[in-house]
């Protein structure tokens, strides 16, 4: 499923990976654990090849991902799932759309989107709050979402980056039981934690990564990692807070959907920064994220000056060139088709 041979990736003044030769196979549930900067992420982005190896090679599915060309890295990524620690919703999207997105992104048809969807949500345990918004739900629903989203589209492999980091304890377990059962349907799961307790209580694969080396590969707990690293590294093993000790701010969680008003600009920034942020991370074309930027700032509002300003905005903010140009098509695009509906 993902095998490591000999890895290594450098970095300036540092090393991210040294030599590193590991596999996980279909259906394992693994814990990738390590002080900060021991190198998880480095081995989380090497997977998605958002880094390239210095030597060595990374197999995913079978596939040689070092050798793999840019055009070929989007159906990569399209069979893995990405859970992160903030969620990264839509604001102004509903659940149902936030998580169609992710197969509109990829082009699947509306009657497969209608059909997994409700499946997706069901699975996580959330069908009832499909027509909500983020703003509307509790931090442990929006990972429900963020689950969701991540799954609609049948990925091999989920990879999930300290998804418990910003709930409670209580809701953080429940995350990691639906995680269990996700696993248990098939999918292999690499989960990115310094969640001592889950890890101890889940007792799953841990692999241990200091200063770039995998330090420890096997079925355990926490601290046998932990001691493991502290042997090897001298002692120099950077303490890490419990899930205990991070708590989501539940008012925030709490918000009413009625927003206040504000001006143009104010709305069009968040919009504009949102749908243009999640349309990269899932590797559409410039075209589709240019799409997807002008269609939601339309759908969003009925009063031409504030979709105009969310257009705008997403030009001004894009630091690629070729994306702005494409906003700027895509407008005069979506405008010819209105004007043609007029008639």
């Excluded at 030599?19 to 081995?43: P, W």
């Excluded at 841990?206 to 080396?213: D, L, N, P, T």
Aim: glycine share 4%.
């Amino acid at each position: 499923m993902i095998q490591f041979t000999n890895v290594t990736k450098r970095y300036k003044s540092n090393i991210g990976l040294d030599d590193v030769s590991v596999s996980i196979n279909k259906g394992d549930f693994v814990f990738l654990v390590g002080s900060s900067g021991a190198g998880k992420s480095t081995f989380i982005k090497l997977i998605l090849k958002e880094l390239d190896a210095d030597s060595g090679s990374i197999k995913v599915n079978g596939k040689e991902v070092t050798t793999l060309s840019n055009r070929l890295v989007p159906k990569l990524r399209r069979n893995i799932g990405i859970v992160f620690q903030e969620f990264r919703l839509l604001p102004k999207m509903t659940v149902f759309e936030n998580v169609a997105f992710a197969m509109e992104i990829v082009h699947s048809k509306p009657k497969t989107i209608k059909r997994q969807v409700p499946q997706a949500l069901s699975l996580v345990g959330i069908s009832e709050k499909a027509y909500k918004y983020p703003d509307e739900l509790s931090a442990g629903e929006q990972q429900r979402v963020a689950i969701a989203r991540a799954i609609v589209n049948n990925p091999t492999v989920l990879i999930a980056d300290e998804p418990t980091g910003n709930l409670d304890p209580d809701t953080a377990w429940d995350i990691m039981q639906l995680l269990e059962k996700i696993n248990l349907r098939g999918t292999t799961i690499v989960m990115v934690t310094h969640a001592k307790d889950i890890v101890d209580k889940m007792n799953k694969r841990v692999i241990a990564i200091e200063r770039g080396k995998i330090t420890r590969d096997n079925i355990g707990t926490y601290e046998e990692a932990k001691l493991l690293m502290r042997n090897r590294s001298g002692g120099l093993f950077d303490d890490v807070e419990d899930t205990e000790n991070i708590e989501k701010d539940s008012k925030k969680a709490k918000k009413s959907k009625n927003r206040e008003k504000v001006d143009r600009d104010t709305i069009a920034i968040p919009t504009a920064k949102e749908t243009e942020k999640f349309a990269e991370e899932a590797e559409a074309s410039i075209d589709e994220i240019a799409e997807a930027i002008v269609k939601e700032a339309m759908k969003q509002s009925e009063n031409d000056e504030i979709a105009e300003a969310i257009v705008k905005e997403a030009m001004k903010q894009s630091e690629n060139d070729e994306i702005a140009e494409a906003i700027e098509k895509e407008t005069m695009k979506q405008s010819e088709t209105e004007e043609e509906a007029d008639k």
